[in-house]
């Protein structure tokens, strides 16, 4: 069945790095783009990037342009959030998605997410 495990979530402080992982399995993964959202706590779920089934191409949201970039290995069927200069304001569940994916009658699927905290 299709699944998408996030991991390298955890405890930074400002300014650090985090490197959030998604592997996925059970679907044709260089057929599909993937994603990464956010959902801070009382906040509403955020798109923060995108990457095309080649790899070639990403949208970075605004608020972390510049400091966050997006990868994939169609190999390994891995997709990367790198986080650079985090900031408080970046504490969030993550979640992985593939947004065009059909399972079942949905389009979409995610992953079960990862805790993000930036704290002193």
């Known amino acids: 069945q299709v699944q998408l495990v996030e991991s390298g979530g955890g405890l930074a402080q400002p300014g650090e790095s985090l490197r959030l992982s998604c592997a996925a399995s059970g679907f044709n993964f260089l057929a599909y783009a993937m994603r990464w959202y956010r959902q801070a706590p009382g906040k509403e779920r955020e798109l923060v990037a995108h990457?095309?089934?080649?790899?070639?191409?990403?949208t970075i949201a605004d608020s972390v342009r510049g400091r966050f970039t997006v990868s994939r290995d169609n190999r390994q069927d891995t997709v990367t959030l790198e986080m650079n200069n985090v900031k408080p304001e970046d504490t969030a569940v993550y979640f992985c998605n593939v947004p065009y994916l059909k399972v079942g009658g949905t389009v979409g699927f995610w992953g079960q997410g990862t805790q993000v905290t930036v704290s002193s």
């Open positions: 990457i095309n089934s080649a790899g070639g191409r990403t």
